[in-house]
């Protein structure tokens, strides 16, 4: 189990990467005080993920598909190619003391 931060240390609406078995991930505290987190790896082709607070979504940088913070499944993908995998789900586990840890 791995320490991601503490619950306070994040603010609504806020993300932070993090090295998940040596990958990148991403941990999502939405503005609907929802947590959630992902491998930071696009299903596609590889891209990175980001996480786009305005639109309460994930990004992927490079063919700017969107995915779902809620479970991690494909909202838009380019027209151009097929997209039917969704992001890899991290479970996450909060403590007594708000500390979240990714398991
Ligand atoms: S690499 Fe992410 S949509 Fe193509």
Redo the contacts with the bound molecule.
């Keep these: 189990m791995e320490k991601i931060a503490n619950v306070k240390d994040i603010k609504r609406g806020g993300s932070l990467t993090f090295d998940y078995k040596g990958r990148t991930a991403i941990f999502v505290r939405t503005k609907e005080d929802e947590l959630a987190a992902y491998v930071a790896i ?6 990175n993920i980001e996480w786009d607070e305005q639109i309460n979504k994930l990004l ?1 940088e ?4 969107l995915f779902n913070v809620k479970d991690g499944s494909v909202y838009k ?2 027209s151009t ?1 097929e ?1 039917d995998k969704g992001l890899t789900k991290i479970e996450l586990k909060v403590d007594q003391d708000q500390n979240i840890y990714a398991l």
């Design positions: 696009c299903p596609h082709a590889g891209g992927c490079t063919h700017l598909s993908h380019s190619f997209l």
